[in-house]
């Protein structure tokens, strides 16, 4: 499975293993090629949860004016 995936348009999952857990960010490439992590998380599902894309996508509209 690959250590990264895109999730829709501009959001992006990075996958992390820790010691005891998976954890997950959820990042943005900004237009002068930086990334930006806008949430992350520890992972209890399979699926992403819709409220982690949701506290991203706010974070990213908030913080760089984007549109999704």
Do not use: C, Q
């Not at 960010?25 to 599902?45: C, E, N, P, Q, R």
């Amino acid at each position: 499975m690959p250590h990264t995936r895109n999730i829709e348009d501009k959001l992006w999952e990075l996958r992390l293993r820790g010691k005891d857990n998976i954890a997950r960010s959820i990042y943005y490439l900004a237009m002068d090629k930086k990334i930006v992590i806008l949430h992350t998380f520890i992972k209890k599902t399979e699926k992403t949860p819709k409220t982690a894309i949701l506290i991203a996508k706010t974070r990213l509209k908030e913080g760089f004016n984007e549109k999704l």
